[in-house]
């Protein structure tokens, strides 16, 4: 058995040395990096040969990559980098690197062609000038073996060891056993679609009710699978930290019932992780970014030694070693076997996972827990913003190299919805004019730092990274997203008005369809997926998917559910419904005490009920969601939810405590959810709708935007009552369109439907 490693990676392991260091960025996109190589490779001559296939053995060590470009003529190998800024910044360990990668090629090009020498060219191309630098090095075909094998030594120990871990790893799991004496109802019936989809590289849908262990469920079969398949790495992937605490909770019971060897790594956002956050990422400025790849080995070293790196293991071992816990975090994801982290660290554009999956030719497989939160946060992920006002000044306080791109940039945008007569309006085309503009004014900033290394001022560098990351997504826009500008009012400071631009991502499947096929396979788990076909276009699925509606372990006595028809909560009868809704809230209360959750479609309605129901009925306890509850105040609320406790829980709909909670038993034996649910009514929406009609076929855009979000976030928030099968409730629905065909269609099938709990 051989161990393969990449190019890349193994000079990343052997040859990074010094300080971690930030400051000669921003890099160029991925799509600029493709971009800037292709334009070089382009200026070659004829013969000239393009993304060489290489490959050499050192031992049981398999090294394979792809060599950037190759001149016969020259008898010259080039490695390309994109850059942008000042090239003089580049810091001695990135070009060390990148030399080492060259020499690494090289000598895989002089064993493949029997070459005796070669010369090596670092290629650095600045995506602005479009210039290119060339640093140039000859070297016999001897002198690259030596460097070739010197890393390969350096790293084959830790190869060996991999190969072991790897074997004892597979060996354990072959013989991993399920922790609990049997299966929850539905819970089996789960695992053996997600281990069918895993064996087969299917991706599977899987619709499952609360209360039979979906992260159990879902994570045991696919780590049966892993030795069968191959598999590399196993991707834990949820919408909240929440998910996360559940996934590492059950890989904990996984690990004290056999000793299967897993790495397990939580990865968490830098912000959350940064142990000196007024200190910039690099070694004149924090203590842990100054010598990191030298005290890496050691931290990496003890770090794996660990069963479960979750956020405070990690960080003990970093403060151990004096390197920084995020980045640490980093490195660590690449030889771990199961990562749990957010969406984001394999959707997101720039998506740390999807990265390494693609440089290392990893086989993986995805579990994407409670997947119908999947498409708003993707839909943010390839989605942009500009506000007027937070350039607005700017020229004029700018340093002088700075003030006339940014000039340009007011002038192009104040020209760009001078015309305009409505508050909001869809653009047929992206603003070439200004785009070009803000893609000057980055690069003068981007030049500037490169002079000035202290950088700017906060507004400034705000404005910075907006106007990058505006221009990076705008690369990516086409039908699937819409440009709009929505003007501001006037102010008593400046008459002339200013407006918002937005790059709204409204179907998120072109992006998240190539993520999806890179695993080898893919399971979303959630207890609202439906309709199958809602998820299927607007996540990109591909033809072949699976789909699982896993049946419920609850009985239809445990939960009775009314319907409140007598009720309308549309904004227009908002006032008319207080009433009713305190005296069906009121009366339930009474007629059996204890702890109740009711939710609302806005704070202002909620407020409303709340204010009413004071006055009205003074011997009904409550407690209320606010707007921007921070985490201790969020705790705080539900510690109220007692055994013995007895009250009103008021918040809103879709919020912290719609979805993700457990309140098992007596701490919650109930629900009024006054609301449909669905999206607000507004210019934005109705422009989602249009495009979604075009896109999917007429009638489609009124369910996809409004009627299948709406009634997801109900049953979720309905679902909070019944945990486990002793648990009994109510649900009250109150709304008359809760009665409808095609609404009654879209609720748990488990539930029993009763007439109206009023009028």
């Not at 792809?66 to 942008?84: C, H, M, Q, S, V």
Request: net charge neutral; with cysteine.
């Amino acid at each position: 058995m051989s161990y393969r490693v990449a190019v890349r990676a193994l000079c990343e392991f052997t040859a990074k040395v010094g300080d971690l260091d930030l400051r000669f960025t921003p890099s160029p996109t991925a799509l600029e990096g493709i971009a800037g190589h292709a334009q070089v490779t382009a200026r070659r001559g004829d013969g000239y040969e393009r993304e060489i296939a290489l490959e050499g053995q050192y031992g049981q060590l398999s090294v394979r990559g792809r060599a950037d470009g190759y001149d016969p003529a020259r008898n010259r190998l080039e490695e390309i980098k994109t850059f942008r800024g000042d090239l003089e910044r580049q810091p001695a360990n990135h070009r060390q690197l990148h030399w080492a990668q060259a020499k690494i090629y090289g000598w895989l090009l002089c064993q493949t062609r029997g070459l005796d020498e070669l010369e090596l060219a670092l290629v650095y191309f600045d995506v602005t000038s479009h210039k290119e630098t060339l640093f140039v090095e000859r070297h016999t075909a001897a002198q690259l073996r030596v460097f070739f094998e010197t890393q390969c030594q350096a790293f084959i120990d830790w190869a060996a060891q991999e190969m072991a871990h790897r074997a004892a790893r597979d060996q354990a799991l072959s013989a991993l056993r399920f922790p609990h004496d049997g299966f929850r109802t539905g819970q089996r019936q789960l695992a053996e679609a997600v281990y069918k989809a895993a064996c087969t590289g299917t991706t599977l849908m899987a619709q499952a009710p609360t209360g039979i262990g979906k992260t159990l469920g879902t994570l045991f079969p696919q780590l049966k699978a892993f030795p069968g398949q191959r598999l590399d790495k196993l991707f834990f992937l949820a919408a909240k930290t929440s998910g996360r605490r559940l996934a590492l909770d059950a890989l904990q019971t996984l690990q004290r019932n056999a000793n299967h060897g897993l790495r397990v790594l939580e990865l968490v956002a830098r912000e959350k992780t940064c142990e000196l956050p007024d200190k910039a990422c690099h070694g004149e400025s924090c203590p842990l970014a100054r010598g990191f790849y030298d005290r890496l080995p050691a931290a990496r070293a003890a770090a794996l030694g660990q069963p479960l790196l979750d956020q405070a293991a990690l960080r003990e071992v970093a403060l151990a070693h004096q390197v920084c816990p995020y980045y640490l975090s980093q490195e660590v994801a690449r030889w771990a076997d199961v990562v749990v982290g957010d969406y984001n660290y394999y959707f997101d554009s720039s998506a740390l996972l999807h990265g390494l999956a693609l440089a290392n030719d990893w086989r993986i497989c995805l579990l994407v827990d409670e997947a119908h939160n999947l498409i708003d946060r993707a839909r943010g992920m390839y989605s942009a913003e500009l506000d007027q006002r937070a350039f607005a000044g700017l020229a004029s306080q700018a340093p002088a190299p700075l003030k006339r791109p940014l000039g340009r940039v007011q002038r192009c945008w104040n020209e760009l919805h001078r015309e305009q007569l409505p508050d909001y309006q869809v653009q047929p085309e992206l603003p070439l004019k200004l785009l070009g503009a803000l893609q000057q004014a980055v690069s003068a900033i981007t030049d500037y730092l490169g002079e000035q290394p202290a950088g700017l001022d906060a507004e400034l560098q705000r404005a910075y990274f907006d106007a990058m990351h505006f221009c990076r997504v705008a690369e990516l826009f086409g039908e699937h997203s819409l440009f709009d500008i929505s003007l501001l009012p006037a102010t008593a400071r400046s008459k002339a008005r200013r407006s918002i631009l937005c790059l709204r991502n409204v179907v998120p499947a072109p992006f998240l369809a190539p993520r999806l096929a890179q695993a080898r396979s893919s399971v979303l788990f959630s207890a609202t997926l439906s309709p199958r076909r809602f998820q299927a276009d607007m996540l990109g699925l591909p033809a072949g998917s699976a789909w699982i509606d896993v049946e419920s372990p609850f009985q239809s006595r445990q939960l009775r559910v009314c319907l409140a028809e007598h009720v309308s909560t549309r904004y227009q009868h908002r006032q008319a419904s207080l009433g009713a809704v305190v005296e069906l809230i009121a009366r339930q209360y009474r007629e059996r005490p204890g702890n109740y959750l009711a939710f609302f479609s806005s704070f202002d309605y909620l407020q409303q009920v709340t204010v009413l129901l004071r006055e009205q009925c003074p011997d009904v306890p409550f407690w209320e969601q606010t707007r921007g509850m921070q985490e201790a105040a969020r705790n705080a609320f539900l510690d109220r939810f007692t055994e013995h406790s007895e009250g009103i829980g008021f918040a809103v709909l879709g919020g912290a405590f719609a979805e993700g909670i457990d309140l098992p038993g007596q701490r919650l034996i109930g629900a009024f959810v006054a609301t449909l649910g669905l999206p607000q009514v507004n210019p934005v929406n109705e422009q989602f709708k249009i495009r979604l009609d075009e896109l999917f076929g007429r009638g489609h855009g009124y369910d996809y935007t409004y009627l299948y979000p709406g009634l997801q976030k109900v049953v979720q928030a309905a679902g909070r009552v019944i945990r486990t099968q002793q648990d009994e409730g109510v649900v009250h629905l109150i709304d008359d369109r809760f009665g409808r065909p095609q609404v009654r269609r879209l609720l748990p099938g488990w539930w029993a439907l009763s007439g109206s709990s009023g009028g």
